[in-house]
T-cell receptor, first 114, second 111 residues
Framework: NAGVTQTPKFQVLKTGQSMTLQCAQD?????MYWYRQDPGMGLRLIYY???????DKGEVPNGYNVSRLNKREFSLRLESAAPSQTSVYFC?????????????FGPGTRLTVL | QKEVEQDPGPLSVPEGAIVSLNCTYS??????FMWYRQYSRKGPELLMY????GNKEDGRFTAQVDKSSKYISLFIRDSQPSDSATYLC???????????FGTGTSLTVIP
């Protein structure tokens, strides 16, 4: 099992450009999450999908959109990138029930916006 | 005020030392508590998971939760250089509620 995979691993964007971060899990998990990790701020939840077909905002959703493409895949889109979105982005998944189940994390995507 | 406070360190100890890592929180509704370990340039991986108050032991690791003081701890006995990483605490009020993470404590174990 690959667990949680993320693409790309690294990305450099110019202000105003758009991009989509891809995430996939092969553990048959129902819930998936997108976090960003910044120095001194820890991990902050951007969006989550409690189950296929549903998505909800987390702590810091502004400037992002998500799509739960199917049970395995959950993508994060930046429509018009800003320097404040420079961060490390982690995708995670859990069997069910946000808030009670262990979350498994991917290796992260390092994004720089110039 | 942040939901979860964690001393960022860095913490440097000699091999074999006992390490104590701590988090405090403000939301009395939190009842699920986790400790994650994150190696440099990697994703976090779960170390310990506890529900409500009490202690939980797993090998060299012990997690403690004191809900009356809103304080959780992770103890590492006989620390090894391979324990060098950033340790993140996380907690949640339960179903339907997101996990809130601490900022992480950077630990270096010197051989």
């Amino acid at each position: 099992n690959a667990g949680v995979t993320q693409t790309p691993k690294f990305q450099v964007l110019k202000t105003g450009q758009s991009m989509t971060l891809q995430c996939a899990q092969d553990m048959n998990h129902n819930s998936m999450y997108w976090y960003r990790q910044d120095p001194g701020m820890g991990l902050r939840l951007i969006y989550y999908s409690a189950s296929e077909g549903t998505t909800d905002k987390g702590e810091v959703p502004n400037g992002y959109n998500v799509s739960r493409l199917n049970k395995r895949e959950f993508s994060l889109r930046l429509e018009s990138a800003a320097p404040s979105q420079t961060s490390v982005y982690f995708c995670a998944s859990s069997f069910s029930a946000i808030g009670t189940n262990e979350q498994f994390f991917g290796p992260g995507t390092r994004l720089t916006v110039l | 005020q942040k939901e979860v406070e964690q001393d960022p360190g860095p913490l440097s100890v000699p091999e074999g030392a006992i390490v104590s890592l701590n988090c405090t929180y403000s939301n009395s509704a939190f009842q699920y508590f986790m400790w994650y370990r994150q190696y440099s340039r990697k994703g976090p991986e779960l170390l310990m998971y506890t529900y409500s108050s009490g202690n939980k032991e797993d090998g060299r690791f012990t997690a403690q939760v004191d809900k009356s003081s809103k304080y959780i701890s992770l103890f590492i006995r006989d620390s090894q250089p391979s324990d060098s990483a950033t340790y993140l605490c996380a907690m949640s009020a339960g179903t339907g509620n997101q996990f809130y993470f601490g900022t992480g404590t950077s630990l270096t174990v010197i051989p």
